[in-house]
């Protein structure tokens, strides 16, 4: 049974669509069947960072629409067979997506791969609840500072009482995700604790990625940084994250604790 | 123990009556077996039969009559067993005066086992809301009694807001953006620093809020 993710976060600017990117070529190295949707209709993004904007012909609005077949807008991942992208429009807007189009559309994916991975746009308007309305499992992108933390709890409110599963009385499962992790600013104490995030948005932690020049070099790229670069530091949170959304127990590393003398020791003795 | 209608005519208006009472105790009725006092009723053409849907359309439980005519076939009773005496002693007073004056509302609270997210409002007029979890920055929680969080209060919390000057808030850490009792508030700027991330409850000592730490 296909599962449908949805990557969301309130804020704009936290890493969704990297993020998006980096969990649907992971789970697709992995052998599975993925599909990364853009909902950013409008906006588009996902198509930049998956290298795949010079071949995008029809998008999520035509299909919806009905002006294009779901198998003419689907583009092929060129790395990796198993994973493909549905854009979105950049010339129209979030209102000309429908809640019965986008419930056709998912239903017809969840046919043909293993995961739909959702591309929230920022914002709690239509076109993130359209993002999320069908959402078995939510990816809730945080960065440790009060802003983002906030609108991700109003977002985690929305995915409560939104979605199709919150209207049947079911649960949408939910993970946080924290991103640009600073090690620097950590230490300094100049951005929010990890424990205090989890304690304020109550949700199981499914990763922290550290902020990297990685994952900025691999979206210049157009190239998931689990693709571009699998032994850098982010792309390593984000196969151990994907392990955990996949049910596996992974023990939680924070970012760069090894990089102190003392962490380096201790992290000796102990394994 | 059953209760006794003795219906009057005109029929109509002995029904807007009996809504009157339904309206001002709801719950009288509710799972009470009812026995229909037939004296009331003309000894011909009683009209039992439209009067009896439409009881039942009230969610009366019928359960028979008493003081029936001699006469009258299953067509007038509409099938209902005679039960002579059967509400004896315990027999609703005509319908128009109450029995007895309609019980206080029972003391209501209402309990959240979810956090509070940002920008959600809980909103309880009726009395009490207790929440098993946090009431999240730019999350709102209105109570017409007191307001109970097991967990932190970052958000607002607004509590007597029928006016009830009684009421108080309690929280287990205290981070809130604003608290308010029966209109008086205060901001966070406004609370001592001391009272910050404690066990805290707040309350009105005329017309002053007062805040204390808990343990």
């Not at chain 1, 599963?165 to 090690?183: C, F, P, Q, S």
């Not at chain 1, 032994?231 to 949170?237: E, L, V, Y």
């Amino acid at each position: 049974m296909a599962r449908v993710v949805v990557v969301t976060s309130g804020k704009g600017g936290v890493g969704k669509t990297t993020t998006t990117a980096a969990i649907g070529a992971a789970l697709a190295q992995g052998g599975q069947k993925v599909v990364v949707v853009d909902f950013d209709v409008g906006l588009r993004n996902l198509d930049l960072i998956m290298g795949a904007e010079r071949r995008v012909v029809f998008d999520l609005v035509n299909v919806v629409q009905g002006d294009a077949k779901l198998a003419q807008a689907l583009v092929r991942d060129k790395r990796i067979e198993t994973l493909s992208l549905l854009p979105a429009s950049q010339t129209r807007d979030k209102d000309a997506l429908s809640a019965e189009g986008v419930s056709r559309v998912i239903e017809e994916l969840k046919e043909k791969f293993d995961w739909v991975i959702c591309d929230s746009p920022a914002g709690i308007e239509k076109g993130a609840q359209l993002a999320m309305l069908h959402a078995d499992t939510a990816v809730v992108v945080t960065n440790p500072e009060v802003s983002s933390v906030r609108d991700s709890d109003r977002i985690i409110g929305l995915l409560d009482s939104k979605t199709i599963r919150a209207t049947k009385g079911e649960k949408v499962e939910k993970h946080l995700l924290i991103t640009r992790y600073d090690l620097g600013r950590a230490t300094r104490g100049e951005m929010l604790k990890t424990e205090d995030v989890i304690e304020i948005l109550s949700i199981p932690l499914l990763g922290i990625i550290p902020e990297s020049e990685e994952v900025l070099r691999a979206s210049n790229l157009g190239s998931p940084v689990t693709l571009s670069n699998p032994d850098s530091a982010p792309a390593r949170a984000y196969f151990d994250a994907v392990r955990r959304l996949k049910g596996e127990t992974v023990a939680m590393s924070v970012p760069g604790e090894k990089k102190g003398l003392f962490g380096r020791l201790f992290g000796r003795r102990v394994a | 123990m059953a209760v006794l209608l003795a219906p009057e005519p005109p029929l109509d208006a002995w029904l807007v009556a009996l809504d009157a009472q339904i309206a001002r105790s709801p719950a009288f009725f509710e799972g009470k077996p009812v026995v229909l006092d037939l004296t009331g009723l003309p000894r011909e053409n009683p009209g039992l039969a439209p009067l009896i849907g439409e009881l039942r359309r009230r969610n009366i439980r019928l359960i028979g009559t008493e003081g029936a005519a001699a006469n009258w076939g299953v067509a007038e009773t509409a099938g209902l067993p005679a039960l002579a005496g059967a509400g004896q002693g315990i027999a609703l007073a005509p319908v128009s005066t109450p029995a007895k004056p309609p019980p206080e509302p029972e003391p209501r609270s209402l309990l959240i086992d979810s956090p509070v997210r940002s920008g959600q409002t809980v909103a309880f007029p009726e009395g009490d809301v207790i929440i098993v979890g946090s009431v999240a920055s730019g999350a709102e929680v209105i109570a017409g009694g007191s307001i109970h969080v097991y967990g932190t209060l970052r958000g607002r919390a607004v509590a007597g807001s029928a006016g009830n000057a009684k009421a108080r808030i309690f929280c287990r850490k205290m981070e809130a953006e604003l608290i308010a009792i029966d209109g008086l508030y205060r901001t966070a700027d406004d609370m001592d620093r001391a009272l910050r991330g404690r066990a805290v409850q707040a309350w009105l000592a005329g017309e002053v809020m007062m805040m204390a730490v808990l343990d």
